[in-house]
């Protein structure tokens, strides 16, 4: 008799312990695995969609490097084109493109080179906007010299 209620309860410990790794099995199966790209701040993804709003929160970062910069320069000079004036007075979202060239030309990473470049092309892509381009530029310079 005993030894009937030992072999049950071996049994119903075996039948509980193959359940738990079926169970274990197919809930890791069902999950796929996700493999993470680590990707500092301050860097471009290829193939990732960027907004303006992005490209100044990557010109803000001041570890994002000259590299990083210059990238950023060509996306915004090819892909980001200022909005039109409106009777001579400057739009709304001018501010974030305005704040970008700022951005730029007070980076502690960016050289004159890298600000020329800056400045020709997105004159070239926003003839509307030499003037305020240079303006922003100068302020940017001259924070650039107030902090050194």
């Known amino acids: 008799m005993q030894e009937k209620g030992l072999m049950v309860a071996l049994i119903v410990a075996l039948l509980i312990i193959i ?20 990707v500092k701040k301050g860097t471009i993804e290829k193939g990732k969609k960027y907004t ?3 490209m100044v929160e990557i010109a803000a970062n001041r570890n994002t490097t000259k590299n990083d910069l210059t990238k950023i ?6 892909d980001f084109i200022f909005p039109k004036k409106i009777k001579g007075k400057l739009p709304k979202g001018i501010k974030v493109y305005l704040n970008f060239v700022l951005l730029i030309a ?5 050289d004159a080179k890298l600000i020329a470049f800056m400045n020709t092309t997105l004159k070239k892509a926003n003839s509307e906007y030499t003037k305020e381009i240079d ?6 310079i001259r924070q650039r ?4």
């Not at 359940?19 to 680590?38: A, D, Q, Y």
């Not at 320069?73 to 090819?78: A, D, F, G, Q, T």
């Not at 007070?106 to 960016?110: D, I, L, P, V």
């Not at 303006?135 to 940017?140: A, D, R, T």
């Open 19 to 38: 359940i738990l790794v079926t169970v274990v099995v197919f809930s890791s199966m069902g999950k796929k695995s996700k493999k993470v790209k680590i």
């Open 52 to 54: 303006i709003e992005d």
């Open 73 to 78: 320069v060509l996306k915004v000079s090819k």
């Open 106 to 110: 007070s980076h502690k990473n960016s």
């Open 135 to 140: 303006i922003y530029e100068n302020e940017g």
């Open 145 to 148: 010299s107030n902090r050194a």
